[in-house]
């Protein structure tokens, strides 16, 4: 089985999912929501499917597969878009969510819209789009 195409795939789901989460939040923080368990569950599995997606694609790495052209810049592009920036925007959402920095929607509204550019541009790449 070619990892690839499931690669690419969530790859698209995790583009959708943030754009999703970005809207939701923003609109939640908009009308005072304070309890809110089920998007709280969509943010944990859009986690999840970040963290799965990175494990994917280490393996494609270690079989010799490489994003986009190929291209050395590409390789280090490519990880650090999808992966790196993402999870250090998601790691500081926590934390200012948890220490009562920020209101939590408004958090991962912003966070939500980072690192669904983030995720994009790194899709772009990573299919020899952009």
């Known amino acids: 089985m070619d990892l690839a195409e499931p690669h690419t795939w969530i790859g698209l789901a995790l583009v959708s999912v943030w754009a999703v989460i970005s809207g939701w939040s923003f609109a939640l923080r908009l009308l005072h929501y304070d309890e809110t368990p089920t998007f709280w569950r969509v943010v944990s599995i859009a986690q999840v499917l ?4 990175l494990v994917i694609g280490l393996i494609l790495l270690v079989l010799g597969r ?15 878009y ?6 250090l925007t ?3 959402a926590h934390k200012w969510s948890r220490d009562g920095r920020y209101d939590p929607h ?3 509204g912003v966070a939500g819209l980072v690192v669904f550019g983030l995720v994009s541009r790194a899709f772009m790449v990573g299919v020899g789009i952009g």
Do not use: E, K, N, T
């Open 66 to 80: 490489r994003p986009g052209d190929g291209s050395l810049f590409i390789y280090v592009f490519h990880p650090l």
């Open 90 to 92: 998601l790691f500081y």
């Open 106 to 108: 408004a958090a991962f």
């Open 82 to 87: 999808g992966i790196v920036f993402p999870l």
């Open 50 to 53: 970040l963290v799965f997606q």
